[in-house]
């Protein structure tokens, strides 16, 4: 019995140090830059983002679980190498997923990258390189993990605040940011943006 909790300890202790493991390296990659122009209530910001160049692919689904796997694996089989220079390109954060009939995800491409003609043409034609022009937007925070029940919960309470604080919105532009990889089990960044209208 004394051997059967020295190895569910050595579990749990090997569980807990991966985690920590995993949250440093998390920590360690490149986010998007942003400005905050305004804070409203319930944590919601006003920011701004400048032009930013995204991998991204359309995916025929209109569902978070859908859109995430098979999103993920087209675009990460291209910044892991499967580009005509078969070169890496590291992995930033957020993942951008947005939800209708053809749904979209994005990754955004490391700073480095000022304009397309820097990246090499994916091998996957279903993954295009394309450029976000600069925009403002309106971005509500959760912790946890995501799935259609929360990312509409947030979707609601963010239409809520804007449509109090009479602040106009793009309703097509909601998008889901996903910060952490899917192995990552706590300190877990969720966000639901929508561009406002100028």
């Keep these: 019995m004394k051997i059967v909790y020295i190895i569910l300890l050595l579990l749990f202790s090997g569980f807990v140090f991966s985690q920590i493991y995993i949250e440093r390296s998390t920590s360690n990659t490149e986010e998007v830059e942003y400005v905050v122009l305004k804070q409203l209530q319930k944590g919601v910001e006003i920011r701004k983002y400048s032009k930013l160049i995204v991998a991204c692919t359309q995916i025929p689904a209109d569902n978070y679980s859908n859109v995430s796997s098979q999103g993920f694996r087209r675009i990460a089989g291209y910044i892991f190498g499967g580009n005509e220079k078969q070169e890496s390109i590291a992995m930033t954060a957020p ?14 491409m490391p ?5 397309i003609n820097g990246l090499p ?9 394309k450029e976000l022009g600069e925009r403002e937007v309106a971005a509500i925070s959760f912790k946890g993990w995501a799935n259609d029940k929360t990312i509409n919960r947030q979707k609601e309470i963010l239409v809520g605040i804007l449509n109090t604080e009479d602040i ?3 309703p097509a532009s909601f998008a889901y940011l996903g910060y952490n990889p899917p192995y990552q089990l706590s300190n877990r960044r969720n966000e639901i943006i929508v561009t406002l209208k100028k």
């Design 168 to 170: 106009a919105y793009d």
């Design 95 to 108: 993942v951008q997923m947005s939800f209708s009939d053809t749904s979209e995800m994005m990754f955004y």
């Design 111 to 115: 700073s480095k990258f000022s304009s």
């Design 121 to 129: 043409t994916p091998n996957d034609k279903r993954v295009q390189i």
